[in-house]
């Protein structure tokens, strides 16, 4: 008896079973024939239709779009943000310029040279024009001269005129010997990058041989720099040489000028002068170049052609010495049968 109650048991535990299988399987294919009719909210991508593409932008996107064309603009404001969103307090920046008293950055009431200087006569139109100009300017030079005399008492036009020459060729010799040292002390600080802009690399061969007419001293003004009293002095000079020039390139090749060559040069040079300094001298300062001036010699330039540049011309060479050939080789023949 009490095996048939064990047995009956166990099938009544086997149909439990079956049943909750069956009804678990109903029950899910159910929820996925649901899940297939309905869109599902959860899914994170979403399909757009063909009529759907253009999406309208919320004020958050183009809030984002904005900001991310500013930081392509600006870097600096790119950094600053990251960093005050951080909680990083960003350094204070400094942007310092590099200042110097001891010269200015240009010339003050630069001099106009007139037209013809050096070639016209005294006795022509121009030249007499020219006097009626230097007469007109001699007061206010005056002026000048008696100003850094209160600074220099020994100063004197002629003196300084043969002086500025000396500096003019000491300064020209150490730039072809390249003293940077020697150059800092004849020239200022404007006018030395000037002088050796382009020259890296290069040989330079100057020499001043005589001077047509003796320098003088053409113009003179002082001026005021940040506060009174702080005088700068700059005195222009005109020099009429004969001196001549030759500029190699790093493989030795000629590039402007000859060594050989003498050439007649006029320039206007202006020198300057910190004048309360008092251990400052005269430096060269710049060169003024009037309009009416003669155009420099153009550079020749040594470059190195490409390879199938040189293939080209090997090509055409050899099918000049074909024609060549070609043409001997046809007249030869016209002579024999003559």
């Given at each position: 008896m009490a095996n048939i109650l064990h047995r009956s048991f166990v099938c009544c535990n086997s149909l439990v079973g079956q049943l909750r299988s069956q009804i678990t399987h109903q029950t899910l294919l159910s929820t996925s024939i649901v899940a297939t009719n309905q869109p599902c909210r959860n899914k994170t991508t979403q399909t757009i239709h063909k009529a759907r593409k253009k999406a309208r932008l919320t004020l958050k996107d183009q809030e984002r779009m904005r900001k991310s064309e500013e930081y392509k603009n600006d870097r600096r404001k790119y950094i600053l943000d990251t960093l005050r969103n951080a909680g990083i307090r960003p350094g204070q920046q400094y942007q310092e310029r590099a200042i110097t008293i001891t010269c200015t950055g240009?010339?003050?009431?630069?001099?106009?040279?007139?037209?013809?200087?050096?070639?016209?006569?005294?006795?022509?139109?121009?030249?007499?024009?020219?006097?009626?100009?230097?007469?007109?300017?001699?007061?206010?030079?005056?002026?000048?001269?008696?100003?850094?005399?209160?600074?220099?008492?020994?100063?004197?036009?002629?003196?300084?005129?043969?002086?500025?020459?000396?500096?003019?060729?000491?300064?020209?010799?150490?730039?072809?010997?390249?003293?940077?040292?020697?150059?800092?002390?004849?020239?200022?600080?404007?006018?030395?990058?000037?002088?050796?802009?382009?020259?890296?690399?290069?040989?330079?061969?100057?020499?001043?041989?005589?001077?047509?007419?003796?320098?003088?001293?053409?113009?003179?003004?002082?001026t005021d720099m940040i506060n009174k009293g702080n005088i700068y002095g700059q005195v222009t000079v005109r020099f009429h040489t004969r001196q001549t020039l030759a500029i190699y390139d790093r493989f030795g090749r000629i590039m402007v000028g000859s060594e050989d060559v003498l050439k007649d040069v006029l320039e206007y040079v202006v020198f300057e002068k910190h004048l309360p300094h008092r251990y400052g001298t005269w430096r060269m300062h710049g060169k003024i170049v009037p309009e009416w001036a003669d155009h420099r010699e153009p550079v020749v330039r040594t470059m190195v052609l490409p390879e199938e540049m040189e293939e080209e011309e090997e090509i055409e060479e050899e099918e000049g010495e074909v024609m060549e050939q070609g043409s001997s080789e046809k007249g030869h023949v016209e002579h024999q049968t003559n």
């Open positions: 240009d010339f003050f009431e630069p001099y106009i040279p007139p037209e013809g200087d050096g070639k016209a006569s005294s006795l022509t139109t121009e030249g007499a024009k020219q006097r009626l100009e230097r007469v007109k300017n001699v007061g206010v030079t005056q002026m000048a001269q008696r100003k850094i005399r209160q600074f220099e008492p020994e100063f004197t036009t002629t003196d300084f005129a043969w002086k500025a020459q000396q500096i003019y060729v000491d300064a020209h010799n150490a730039l072809q010997d390249f003293d940077r040292h020697l150059l800092h002390s004849l020239v200022t600080e404007k006018c030395y990058p000037e002088m050796i802009a382009g020259f890296r690399y290069k040989t330079i061969r100057w020499k001043m041989l005589e001077s047509i007419e003796k320098p003088r001293i053409v113009h003179m003004r002082c």
